[in-house]
């Protein structure tokens, strides 16, 4: 097995470093967030600068106190808050794994979606972030309101 | 060929296209690229590079390692070679998407749809482009995650600090 491929400098570090301390920060940041109710005012969760500005929800809005429905174990409000991070969310966690199994060796690639794949990814992300703003009914309940 | 890991080394040492400045070829040493880089439209019309490859220069220099950081590239990305498996080439789509939900910011859109041609240019086997493109996303991307990590410190200083002082 060829190591010389690296350059120096970064050869010192382990392979598998990156993905590991991507994960740690993630699961610190999750262990976190579930001891503090993002809900309640005083808590120090940052609010979302798209929103503050305009008033209007970005596609990420919602997303924390979504990843903290998840930690009560309740799914089903995670999803009332922000779907589309709930979707995403799955995603990435694969796409980390697959990262993690590369650096270790047991896979030949990272995951790689196709370029198909990634448009509908953009679509999505550009239709949710306009469509959950509209004040109509059925995309009310896309937006991250107030609860 | 993977990107390191499975042993095999990559491609045979050799002219390739440069994947950082297309219409330059770069020499691959076989473990590496290297630092001879050259136009490709050069007098020998492409052929064989005259008076033979250049000295293998170790990788000592610092390797000249192109293809973005995130999560693949740490290392060398090689040419495709006579067996045709691709390098593997960051498009930094993951990146994108994170910063697209963490900033809220239409940049970490744009670098999705950069992601997105560069995955394209790679099925199509142009990895020269691709490596464009996936540097253009990467661009975009950072930029997008500068800012929103400013504004998120601006929105600290504005709203937590005064909040932290008042009492």
Request: hydrophobic share 45%; charged share 10%; aromatic share 12%.
């Amino acid at each position: 097995m060829t190591t010389s491929t690296l350059p120096p400098v970064v050869g010192t570090a382990p392979r598998w470093l990156a993905p590991v301390a991507v994960g740690i920060g993630a699961l610190a940041a999750t262990a976190t967030l579930g001891s503090v109710d993002p809900e309640v005012r005083g808590h120090l969760i940052p609010g979302c600068p798209f929103r503050t500005f305009t008033g209007l929800d970005c596609p990420g809005c919602g997303g924390t106190r979504a990843v903290y429905a998840l930690t009560q174990g309740d799914v089903a409000r995670a999803f009332e808050h922000n779907v589309l991070v709930m979707l995403v969310l799955p995603l990435l966690v694969v796409a980390w794994a697959a990262w993690l199994a590369f650096r270790l060796g047991w896979r030949t690639r990272p995951l790689v979606l196709s370029a198909r794949a990634g448009y509908t990814i953009a679509t999505a992300f550009m239709v949710f972030w306009v469509v959950r703003n509209l004040p109509w009914v059925p995309f009310t309940w896309l937006g991250s309101g107030a609860g | 060929m993977a990107g390191y890991g499975t042993g095999q080394g990559g491609p045979p040492p050799g002219w390739y296209p440069d994947p950082d400045r297309p219409g330059n070829r770069r020499w691959w040493d076989g473990l590496a690229w290297t630092d001879f880089s050259e136009p490709l439209d050069a007098s020998d019309g492409g052929a064989a590079p005259s008076g033979g490859p250049p000295p293998h220069p170790t990788t000592s220099g610092g390797g000249y390692s192109p293809g973005g950081g995130g999560f693949a590239a740490a290392g060398t990305t090689g040419p495709a070679g006579a067996s045709g498996t691709a390098p593997n080439i960051d498009t930094w789509l993951w990146q994108s998407i994170v910063v697209t939900v963490l900033c809220c910011l239409p940049l970490g859109i744009v670098g999705i749809v950069f992601s997105s041609q560069a995955q394209t240019e790679i099925s199509n086997r142009n990895y020269a482009v691709a490596q464009q493109k996936a540097k253009q996303a990467k661009t975009f991307t950072l930029i997008g995650g500068g800012i929103g990590l400013l504004s998120w410190l601006g929105m600290f200083g504005l709203f937590w600090l005064p909040f932290m002082f008042a009492i």
